[in-house]
Structure formats: structure tokens, C-alpha cells
């Protein structure tokens, strides 16, 4: 049984360990694979693992001995999943190895943008409060979040965890989803329609996939109806949001600030206007990579392919 991982490097950048899928079979670990290198890496496999290297129908068609596709990740657009189930071939992905990371991250996200912790930090690394003439001092507007109106797009797992978590800081937190059942019991919660939502919210945080209606959610005309005084924040998909409008929203003074963890292109071109644009914070997609959160999905992972293994396969995306 031969088992080829073909970008393990982000999962596993030397602090985890492969043991468990190397107990499975014969194991070949590749940091990275080049697109020109995937059909040649990937020959003989019985079983493939991908987190971020596209496996496209050309390249499968060429898999005849491929039995299994594991994804190392939630998101599965990486694979044509359509030709894989035309070939027989099931696709497994890992749906909830990181809901508390990336809920953690989404706040911590905010806490920065309220507080910038980092700027004043090295404010004084530099010698500043050293120099100062006062016993204290800071650079840019603090933001109280107690009493303010938190609005989540996208309520679930991880939805619901930055909603609790904005509850014990004492926001309000109001909700906006296509399923909207098994409302939380926090006070003054309530479901709101997306437009009702952006102009209410102190803060806008998504939590909803990517789907070609989401595409673009968050654009010009909906930035418009958030207050002058709100954030936004991202770390679910970057290409809910048109990167050139929210940096013309932040450019112009029209929101306060934003915090992305994902953007429409990964890795950004140097063009993309929110590495220039006022008051964002951008973080290389790294909600997710947390230890703890990676030796779940390294774990789920093995799972998967031992479910496959006993003929009952799991979190199966194209069946």
C-alpha cells in the first residue's frame, strides 16, 4: 500500500509526527510538489493526501492505480471532485479539526484592531514611554468592545464559537445565516437579515463557505452600509470580500478597520490593495495553524484513510 502526501510542509513542519499514516502503508512525504510534478510524485499511489496542491481531471485521469484522495484541509476545491467520482475515486476531507483556533484567531483579530497591542509594544521596545513626558501614552484610539453589537455571518461551528467568546466580553451579539435554528441563549441575541446586520454591528466578523452566491459578499455597496466606526474580519474564505473595495472603504475613512487572515489570491501578488490600505491587518492564513488544531487534523486524517481501509469511508465530499 503505497501512501504519497504531496505537500506536507504546512501541516508538518517538523513538530508532528507521520507515524500514524506510516503504520498504514508505505509512506513518501514530499514538502512541496510544483504542478509539473504532481502526476510523476503521485504514480503507484493507492493513496493520495493534498493539502493545497491541485489535483485537476487531467492529472487524475493519469492515476490509474489511485484508490483514495485524502484532503488535508476543510476546503476540497483543490481537487476536481466531479472527474474523482466519474473515476471512482471517493474524496475525503477534515471538517472540524480547527473551529476553536480559527474562533480564537477571528477574536484575536479584533482585540488588535482595538487595541493594537503590537504597535505600543514596540512603541516601547523603542524607546518611547522611556522618553515620554507622561506616565503613559498612545498612539492611535482605544475601543472598548463591552456593550457593543457583534454581527456573525455564517453561524456555524465556528460562527457560534466567536459568538460565545464576544458574549463573555459583553457584546450583543446578533447573527445572520440561511439555516437559522437553535438560536444561543445569549441575551439580546437575535437573528438579523445580511444588510440589517452591516448596519447595525460594531464589528462584522464571517464565518460562511464559499459558494458562487458568496463570492464577493462583502463589496462596495454593502461596505457602504457599515458605520465609520466598525471592523470587519475575515479569517474564513479570502474571496468573500473584493479586496480593492474594502481597501477604497478603509482608504477613504469609511470603516475603521479590518483584520484579514485570507485573501482572494493566496499568496497575494505585491498589487493587492490591502497591503497598502489604512488600518488592515493581514495574516498569512494561519487561523488554522495552531499545534494543537494541526495534531487534530493530522489525526483525522489517519481516520480517514483507516475508514477507508475497513470499507466504510468517511467525510466523503463526492459521493
Not at 294 to 313: C, E, H, I, Q
Request: proline share 6%; net charge neutral.
Amino acid at each position: 500500500m503505497k501512501i504519497v502526501v504531496l505537500d506536507g510542509y504546512t501541516l508538518n513542519p517538523g513538530d508532528l509526527s507521520w507515524k500514524g499514516l506510516e503504520a498504514l502503508g508505505t509512506l513518501e512525504v514530499h514538502e512541496r510538489t510544483e504542478a509539473a510534478l504532481v502526476a510523476q510524485r503521485a504514480q503507484g499511489a493507492d493513496l493520495l493526501l493534498t493539502n493545497k496542491t491541485p489535483l485537476p481531471a487531467e492529472v487524475l485521469e493519469q492515476l490509474k492505480g489511485l484508490r483514495y484522495i485524502g484532503v488535508l484541509a476543510t476546503g476540497y476545491n483543490v481537487v476536481d471532485v466531479k472527474a474523482a467520482r466519474e473515476l471512482g475515486i471517493p474524496v475525503s476531507n477534515i471538517p472540524t479539526y480547527g473551529t476553536a483556533s480559527v474562533a480564537q484567531f477571528a477574536v484575536a483579530l479584533l482585540l488588535e484592531l482595538c487595541q493594537h497591542v503590537g504597535l505600543h509594544s514596540e512603541a516601547v521596545r523603542a524607546g518611547e514611554w522611556s522618553r515620554n513626558k507622561d506616565w503613559c501614552f498612545w498612539h492611535t484610539p482605544l475601543v472598548e468592545l463591552a456593550g457593543k453589537t457583534m454581527g456573525i455571518v455564517g453561524f456555524g461551528r465556528i460562527g457560534r464559537d466567536v459568538g460565545k467568546i464576544a458574549d463573555a466580553l459583553g457584546m450583543r451579539v446578533i447573527a445572520f445565516d440561511a439555516v437559522q435554528t437553535n438560536p444561543p441563549a445569549y441575551p439580546g441575541f437575535r437573528w438579523a437579515g445580511l444588510e440589517e446586520l452591516l448596519s447595525e454591528s460594531d464589528a462584522v466578523s464571517l464565518h460562511c463557505p464559499l459558494f458562487p452566491d458568496t463570492q464577493g459578499l462583502i463589496n462596495a455597496q454593502r461596505l457602504r452600509l457599515m458605520k465609520p466606526t466598525a471592523f470587519l474580519i475575515n479569517n474564513s474564505r479570502g474571496p468573500l470580500i473584493v479586496d480593492q473595495d474594502l481597501a477604497d472603504a478603509l482608504n477613504a475613512g469609511r470603516l475603521a478597520g479590518a483584520g484579514v487572515d485570507v485573501l482572494s489570491v493566496e499568496p497575494p501578488a505585491s498589487s493587492n490593495p490591502l497591503l497598502t490600505a489604512k488600518n488592515c491587518l493581514v495574516t498569512p492564513h494561519i487561523s488554522w495553524a495552531t499545534k494543537e488544531a494541526r495534531s487534530r487534523l493530522m489525526d483525522l486524517a489517519v481516520d480517514n484513510v483507516k475508514t477507508f481501509l475497513a470499507g466504510k469511508p468517511q467525510n466523503v465530499v463526492n459521493a
